[in-house]
């Protein structure tokens, strides 16, 4: 069994920062990408930035700049340092494991951005 578990959301002013954590815990083994995602109210869940195995990292465009995907060195946690924050960020984030081709998916955070 594999928990994925967030932390680190909460509420911010616009320009401000926040930094989500995620970890992947119980049968873990070989994490192919890690990732965070995130749902607005009424949107589609859309990819904010992944990190794989070997360190390749992948941003959306609109957090290009701004936010900064990082992990631990045992692989099973990750990181998102977002800066320049702005009322369109305001969602849940999701974290997704990547492992023996199963996803895994955390509960979510929130994140909420006052303008």
């Known amino acids: 069994q594999v928990q994925v578990v967030e932390s680190g959301g909460g509420l911010v002013q616009a320009g401000g920062s926040l930094r989500l954590s995620c970890t992947a815990s119980?049968?873990?083994?070989?994490?192919?990408?890690m990732g965070w995602y995130r749902q607005a109210s009424g949107k589609q869940r859309e990819l904010v930035a992944s990190?794989?195995?070997?360190?390749?990292?992948n941003y959306a465009d609109f957090v290009k700049g701004r936010f900064t995907i990082s992990r631990d060195n045992r692989g099973n946690t990750v990181y998102l340092q977002m800066n320049n924050l702005n009322a369109e960020d305001t969602a849940v984030y999701y974290c997704?494991?990547?492992?023996?081709?199963?996803?895994?998916w955390g509960q979510g955070t929130q994140v909420t951005v006052s303008s």
């Open positions: 119980g049968r873990i083994f070989r994490i192919n990408v």
């Open positions: 990190i794989t195995r070997g360190a390749i990292t």
């Open positions: 997704l494991t990547t492992m023996n081709y199963k996803d895994y």
